[in-house]
């Protein structure tokens, strides 16, 4: 499984982004799907998770912010960002997940920059 993140950037607090991610190779195998982040210096967290099914899942500090979408017939997977805090800079990656054997697969990363 590859996965192709994109759609990060630069942006003023309060203002908003959309992170996409792009599966291909052995999709079948993929059941869940997310986003973590990584801040300097700190650990990689999840941020949003979501099922096959659509079930979904968020960090509390993102709750109301930002929402996770799916489109299985594309394979891909959105991060729609809103009202975005200085807090949220971060490197966002792209997760799946395999289903049979819990392997995480991951994207290459995106840089996040919010300015105050």
């Known amino acids: 499984v590859q996965l192709q993140a994109s759609g990060g950037g630069l942006v003023q607090a309060g203002g908003s982004l959309r992170l996409s991610c792009a599966a291909s190779g052995s999709i079948a195998s993929i059941s869940g799907m997310g986003w973590y982040r990584q801040a300097p210096g700190k650990q990689r967290v999840l941020v949003a998770g979501?099922?096959?099914?659509?079930?979904?899942d968020y960090a509390d500090s993102v709750k109301g912010r930002f929402t996770i979408s799916r489109d299985n017939a594309k394979n891909t997977v959105y991060l729609q960002m809103n009202r975005l805090k200085p807090e949220d800079t971060a490197v966002y990656y792209c997760?799946?997940?395999?289903?049979?054997?819990?392997?995480?697969?991951w994207g290459q990363g995106t840089q996040v920059t919010v300015s105050s």
């Open positions: 979501i099922t096959r099914g659509g079930n979904t």
């Open positions: 997760n799946a997940r395999n289903w049979a054997t819990d392997y995480n697969y």
